[in-house]
């Protein structure tokens, strides 16, 4: 029987008091992995992700870091190798998102959503992989966003800073690549965290929207984009990088009709469309 799939490595994971990041923490430390929890402001949540892996059984601990500041980055590595010998999978998780359209937003609500969601990938990667060349290699994770692949109304800086993460998540792959480096990139679609899930619990209107749109018929879980990081972070998937992963229960497969015209979609699930004649 095969054992814990991230046995003996040591992964730093951003953004984990919550939602994705965290389930990815709880994930990696179930499957192996020494695991650091890295936040900023919410940093009684962090501390109670690390009570929970430990709870669990698990190692962890935790650092607070602003991935879109040099030094907290750098300290942030250096407090993983410090504590556990080495680092061998960096999941860049952390996101922020001021919206508006670029007339509207603010200069500094542009920078602080590139500082937060795509200068840290730049950061990310250039603390952590010397570290992970001296033990043979590593893998890194982006989680990105299909708003990286389509948007939204007023998400100019969010979708654009999404975007970048694709193309430089096939850049880091490409110049590492012989060196022993993966980097491979997911674009989660609606995943509701724990707030999300109780919110449309108590709003059967919006629960229905949000199932309505999914191909799949349910709306995405935090686990459900851990798995596909866990999968990017393990052996399994040696020979993957430079890659883009959708999580997204099928959204980005749709046509805008199927998407706004609830009528479309009832009678498309039915299988009554048929086409027209020209």
Known sequence: MAGPRLAGKVAIITGSASGIGRASARLFAR???????????RVALGEETVRMI????????????DVGVGADIKRMVQHCVDTYGRLDVLVNN?????LGGVVELAEEDWDRTQDVCLKQVYLGAKYAIPEMLKTGGGSIVNISSVNGIITNPHFAAYSAAKAGMLGLTRSIALDYGLKGIRCNVICPGFIANERGAQRLAEDPQEMWAMTE??????????????????????????????????VDGGLTTQSPEALVRPSFRRRWRKGILVQQEE
Do not use: C, H, N, W
Request: net charge negative; no cysteine; hydrophobic share 45%.
């Open 94 to 98: 952390a996101a922020t998102a001021r």
């Open 213 to 246: 749109m999914q191909p799949i018929g349910r709306y995405g879980v935090p686990d459900d984009v851990a798995y596909m990081a866990l999968y990017l972070a393990s052996d399994e998937s040696s020979y993957v990088t430079g890659a883009t992963f959708v």
């Open 31 to 41: 499957e192996g992995a020494k695991v650091v929890v890295v936040t900023d402001k």
């Open 54 to 65: 430990e709870a669990d059984g698990g190692v962890a601990t935790f650092v607070q870091a």
